[in-house]
């Protein structure tokens, strides 16, 4: 059996993870909301297909999302940025299913 010292040692290192995590995804997104807004061309790519747009990059950059969060964002349908943007955000604040499964077992 696993001493409780340990098992919050294990809980806190997780959520350090899980922070940094939401950290590269929350700049991730920033990065391409960012040229959304500025480039109209890519902008209306994105809305037609984030995946094959988010893929493609932008201005030789690349954009890093997992394959799990891709998933997500490819269930995104929205005629505007603001539309966009408010599911992106739904996306972000929805916890992962490691996340969830730690919240249920603390």
């Known amino acids: 059996m696993i001493p409780i010292t340990q098992l919050n040692k294990i809980s806190t290192n997780?959520?350090?993870?899980?922070?940094i995590q939401n950290?590269?995804?929350?700049?991730?997104?920033?990065?391409l909301l960012h040229a959304a807004v500025i480039n109209k061309g890519f902008?209306?790519?994105?809305?037609?297909?984030?995946?094959s747009c988010i893929d493609a990059g932008y201005c030789?950059?690349?954009?890093?999302?997992?394959?799990?969060?891709?998933?997500r964002?490819?269930?995104?349908?929205?005629?505007?940025l603001e539309e966009f943007s408010g599911h992106v955000i739904k996306l972000i604040n929805m916890?992962?299913?490691?996340?969830m499964a730690t919240l249920y077992c603390n």
């Open 43 to 51: 902008r209306e790519k994105l809305l037609m297909n984030p995946i």
């Open 23 to 31: 950290d590269v995804i929350n700049a991730e997104f920033g990065r």
């Open 73 to 80: 964002i490819k269930q995104i349908k929205a005629r505007t």
């Open 14 to 19: 997780f959520s350090t993870k899980s922070q």
């Open 60 to 71: 030789g950059e690349s954009f890093h999302f997992s394959s799990e969060m891709k998933k």
């Open 95 to 99: 916890p992962t299913v490691s996340e």
